[in-house]
């Protein structure tokens, strides 16, 4: 889902910044108010992760690859989608100036994908499936699910600049991640999920209370 320059026109990559850089904005904002000494190290190792795990590329055609995200993890773990868009961020700035993967100009609709749509979807399916089918399936499908949108998304984008005729795109990034977001995206995110949940209960919790209640205000603010 690294998106190259060459896939998109410069017009339609400007247009995915413009709407990429709000959430950037508003991600920084919530690093500012809700990072402490204790959550740093842990946003850190999280990154870390994210970035391991999008190292393992596996082909699917048309010059694309397929890989897990990270970005509902993230999102579970600090109970915000705005840590997700971070993190992501951090990671394909990394990824893209330091290693060429993926593109400069169309870094805006990899954040977008990744970072927006993937941790958006993925923690609000968690939150609306968690009470009535527990933490660990609902890690598992906001995982599978916020992959699948997003490589779906991708897919479009890059109907929309030409480069990828629209149902060939949509059945190669659509089953590709579906099957990936199953062995991986889902599975790892259910496990970490679980463990913090029986290792430390409290610091989950405290997250996903918390950090709902702050996303409340912020929006009705």
């Not at 850089?21 to 000494?37: Q, R, T, Y």
């Not at 993925?122 to 916020?146: D, E, M, N, P, Q």
């Not at 779906?152 to 890059?158: D, E, G, K, T, W």
């Not at 089953?175 to 913090?196: C, D, N, P, Q």
């Amino acid at each position: 889902m690294h998106i190259p320059d060459s896939f998109i026109p410069l017009g339609q990559a400007v247009v995915y910044w413009v709407i990429t850089i709000p959430f950037i904005f508003m991600s920084m904002k919530w690093a500012k108010n809700e990072l402490d000494e204790m959550k740093i190290p842990i946003l850190a190792a999280l990154a870390a992760g994210v970035f391991a795990i999008q190292a393992m590329n596996i082909p699917i055609g048309m010059g694309t690859s397929g890989h897990m995200v990270g970005a509902t993890l993230v999102a579970i773990v600090f109970a915000s989608p705005w840590a997700g868009v971070l993190v992501l961020t951090l990671v394909l700035l990394v990824q893209g100036f330091a290693f060429g993967d993926g593109g400069i100009t169309t870094m805006g609709a990899n954040i977008l994908n990744m970072g927006v749509v993937s941790g958006f979807v993925g923690y609000y399916t968690y939150v609306a499936l968690r009470k009535s089918v527990g933490t660990s399936i609902a890690a598992f499908g906001g995982a599978w699910l916020g992959l699948f949108i997003s490589a779906i998304v991708c897919a479009l984008q890059m109907w929309f600049a030409g480069t990828f005729p629209l149902v060939p795109g949509l059945i190669a990034m659509g089953t590709y991640h579906l099957i990936i977001g199953f062995i991986g995206e889902g599975l790892i995110t259910a496990v970490v999920i679980t463990s913090i949940a029986k290792s430390r209960p409290d610091l989950l919790e405290d997250s996903f209370n918390a950090g709902s209640d702050r996303y409340n205000t912020e929006v009705r603010a």
